[in-house]
Structure formats: C-alpha cells, structure tokens
C-alpha cells in the first residue's frame, strides 16, 4: 500500500554552509586564469592572493573580480584587485519611512508646494533688476509674502 506522506528525502530543507573566503577566492582566480589563460597561478601565489584580500569582505573582492574580468585585457596583478576593492561601497539599508529624528522636523518648515511658490516669485523679481542679487531683505519680503500666504511662518522663522 503507498504511503500517505513523502518521505524525507537526505539533505532536504537543509542549508547549505557558505564557502569560504578562501575558498572563493580561489574560484574568483579560476575564473580570472580561464578568462586570461596566459597566467598560471601556483599554490604560493594563491596564497599570497588570499593573504592580500583577507582584509577585504567577500562582497568588495567579488566586485573587484567581475569589475577587472569585464574591463580589462590581462590577468590582474594583486595591486589591482585591491585598487577595486578599495573602490567598492557596501550597499546601505533602506529603511522606509522617516525615522524619529526626521519626523520631529515634520511640519517644521516650509512644503515643497511653498519652496515651488518662493521659486516663482524669486525667479520674477529677480528678472526686474539690473543685473544683481537680491538683497538679504528682498528675500526676506519674498519670505513675508509666502509667511502671509500660507498663514504662520515657521518656527525658524519666528525665532529670528
């Protein structure tokens, strides 16, 4: 009679552990010897290889791999690789939505509707002078104007 359930197969939902950085290494300079095949690396200079890159993570020296791989002609000298490593920036984590220190700034300024406003007015009295800047009190006028438009300045604004 067949059985109701599978049967659990060896190995599965298991995960599989990470290589090594030594270990990828090794394979990055394999891919680098068959895409640049006038090299032969012996076993000293692929230790030096992992010596040189240990400092870096393995993200920086994949990067640095594939970026030399795909621009250049020759099989990479370590100076290189480590040039590229230096170069390479890890990506940083979104975060949705504002944090607490960029929600205790909300409402404290003015919109982008109000700067899109300030902009066009700017933009038009700036066409009515002689070839000059506006003065730090024509820009505080252009500021009043918007402060009345939309009712209350904001609190930078009513502490000066």
């Known amino acids: 009679m067949p059985r109701s359930t599978q ?3 060896k190995g599965h939902g298991e995960t599989i552990p990470p290589l090594s950085k030594l270990n990828r290494i090794g394979e990055l300079l394999q891919i680098q010897s068959e895409t640049f095949p006038q090299k032969e690396l012996s076993p000293a200079e692929i230790a ?3 010596q040189d890159l240990s400092d870096y993570p393995i993200r920086a020296i994949e990067f640095a791999f594939e970026e030399h791989r ?3 002609m020759f099989f990479p000298v ?3 690789i480590l040039d590229i490593c230096k170069t390479w920036e890890a990506p940083e984590e979104y975060r949705p939505g504002c944090d607490s220190e960029c929600k205790a700034r909300h409402w404290k300024g003015y919109s982008e509707s109000d700067v899109l406003y300030l902009w066009e007015r ?3 009295k700036l066409a009515t002078l002689p070839n000059r800047a506006l003065t730090e009190s024509e820009v505080n ?3 009043d104007d918007l ?3 939309r009712g209350y300045a904001p609190e930078w604004r009513r502490s000066a």
């Open 7 to 9: 049967r659990r197969r």
């Open 122 to 124: 700017y933009q038009a």
């Open 70 to 72: 795909t621009l250049a």
């Open 48 to 50: 030096r290889w992992e």
């Open 141 to 143: 006028l252009l500021l």
């Open 78 to 80: 370590p100076a290189q």
């Open 147 to 149: 402060d009345k438009k």
